[in-house]
């Protein structure tokens, strides 16, 4: 049997249980070099069960839609933000946790500018572009020890505009 999960667009709210959403809406915490910059203050909730929080740049190959989602992953040990180097949006999915495997996964669409940080140990699909460059900055946890767990789904789910 085959699932079709719909898109839809990213919001904090819609979000919240998975994660943060990174982006510049409403007004600035406060405007620092001479006002001509506005300060967006502590937008990610960063966590880390050990080691240190590190920068690395991913490039991903971008998708298409439909996109068949055969596996989700999480890090038990560590936040991850993925911040885009371009204005282009890309795909976000998440699942629940449910007794320690995912729920029905939820699939966002980011608007132009959005980021999003997934919280600890939050099932969350493979970095999804949806056109080039698919360039990121991602800050997640450099350590040691394995940080990764994936599930792979039995029955297929796509996920369509």
Not at 67 to 92: I, T
Request: some cysteine.
């Amino acid at each position: 049997m085959t699932r079709m999960i719909a898109i839809q667009p990213l919001t904090a709210q819609a979000f919240a249980p998975f994660g943060d959403v990174l982006d510049v809406a409403g007004d600035p915490d406060k405007l620092i070099n001479q006002g001509m910059c506005g300060r967006y203050h502590d937008r990610a909730k960063l966590d880390f069960s050990d080691g240190r929080a590190g920068i690395s740049l991913f490039k991903a190959i971008p998708r298409d839609l439909p996109l068949k989602l055969d596996m989700v992953e999480r890090h038990p040990d560590g936040s991850q933000a993925f911040l885009p180097l371009s204005q282009e949006p890309f795909l976000v999915v998440v699942a629940p946790d449910q007794g320690g495997v995912p729920g029905l996964p939820l699939a966002f669409r980011t608007a132009p500018g959005q980021g999003v940080n997934y919280h600890r140990g939050v099932w969350h699909g493979v970095l999804t572009p949806l056109s080039q460059p698919g360039l990121f900055a991602v800050v997640d946890r450099i350590g040691d020890g394995p940080n990764l767990q994936e599930h792979w789904f039995k029955d297929a789910i796509l996920i369509g505009p």
